[in-house]
């Protein structure tokens, strides 16, 4: 297999997935670090842009195959070796997994995404405190929604009964992997979890494996606290 290169920031909820994924399929990668606000942006640069228009990340590239957008990545990923599975077998079951996962992709991270919360600064003048009250809103009534997408889940038996580990099933997948950079800063930014008891079993279960752990912000090369 030619080597996958990642281009990854420590901070990155979007990268966090694709580290998930690449731990859970035990993938060997090559992380390139691209900060997202050292200089203004190291995203902005003429070299990045040239990889990546959108000028975020991550990006993964094997060979001549260029992969952004993390879903795609990790669907990339999953073709290229299928085992361990990100997504069940049956046809339905995949489409519950996916469906949890684009609702936190694509209707609870674009809100709460750094280019959002500079925006929120920048150009509308919030202050650091109406920027967190923006912030763990939309993460609250995404994640609230969320919570009762997966007791449905488990009402129709698709979960794990009694004490639940996973979005979905009885193994780490998709929507897990999605869920978990957005509860991590969800945390990091004391927003509230007290209605969601599922979504914080299924965090605490997942950070407590070796997959998920390695692959949070504090254990990259380029960690930095920011506030």
């Given at each position: 297999?030619?080597?996958?290169?990642?281009?990854?920031?420590?901070?990155?909820s979007a990268?966090?997935?694709?580290?998930?994924a690449l731990?859970?399929?035990a993938m060997?990668?090559?992380?390139?670090f691209?900060?997202?606000?050292?200089?203004?942006g190291?995203q902005?640069?003429?070299?990045?842009?040239?990889i990546?228009?959108?000028?975020m990340?991550?990006?993964?590239c094997?060979g001549?195959?260029?992969?952004?957008q993390s879903l795609?990545?990790?669907?990339?990923?999953e073709?290229?070796?299928?085992?361990?599975a990100l997504l069940?077998?049956?046809?339905?079951?995949?489409?519950?997994?996916?469906?949890?996962?684009?609702s936190i992709?694509c209707d609870?991270h674009?809100?709460d995404?750094l280019?959002?919360?500079?925006?929120?600064?920048?150009q509308?003048?919030?202050?650091?405190a109406?920027?967190?009250?923006w912030y763990?809103h939309?993460?609250s009534?995404?994640?609230?929604?969320?919570?009762v997408?997966?007791?449905?889940?488990?009402d129709?038996?698709?979960?794990?009964?009694s004490?639940p580990?996973y979005?979905y099933?009885t193994e780490p997948?998709?929507?897990?992997i999605?869920?978990i950079?957005?509860?991590?800063?969800?945390?990091?930014?004391n927003?509230?979890?007290a209605?969601?008891p599922?979504?914080?079993q299924i965090?605490a279960?997942?950070?407590g494996?070796?997959?998920?752990?390695?692959a949070?912000?504090?254990?990259?090369?380029?960690?930095?606290?920011?506030?």
């Amino acid at each position: 297999m030619q080597t996958l290169r990642l281009y990854t920031y420590c901070r990155s909820s979007a990268a966090f997935r694709v580290r998930i994924a690449l731990n859970i399929k035990a993938m060997t990668y090559q992380s390139e670090f691209i900060h997202l606000l050292k200089d203004g942006g190291e995203q902005y640069s003429a070299d990045y842009s040239a990889i990546n228009p959108q000028r975020m990340v991550p990006v993964l590239c094997c060979g001549d195959d260029t992969v952004s957008q993390s879903l795609a990545i990790i669907e990339y990923l999953e073709e290229m070796q299928p085992r361990p599975a990100l997504l069940p077998i049956a046809l339905q079951a995949r489409a519950a997994v996916r469906a949890l996962a684009l609702s936190i992709a694509c209707d609870i991270h674009p809100l709460d995404n750094l280019r959002v919360l500079r925006y929120l600064e920048h150009q509308l003048g919030l202050d650091k405190a109406e920027r967190e009250r923006w912030y763990c809103h939309w993460l609250s009534e995404g994640l609230a929604a969320l919570e009762v997408s997966l007791s449905a889940i488990r009402d129709r038996g698709q979960g794990a009964s009694s004490a639940p580990s996973y979005c979905y099933g009885t193994e780490p997948g998709l929507a897990d992997i999605c869920l978990i950079p957005q509860v991590y800063n969800a945390l990091r930014f004391n927003c509230s979890l007290a209605d969601c008891p599922i979504i914080q079993q299924i965090y605490a279960h997942c950070m407590g494996l070796a997959v998920f752990q390695g692959a949070a912000p504090e254990q990259q090369a380029d960690f930095v606290e920011v506030v």
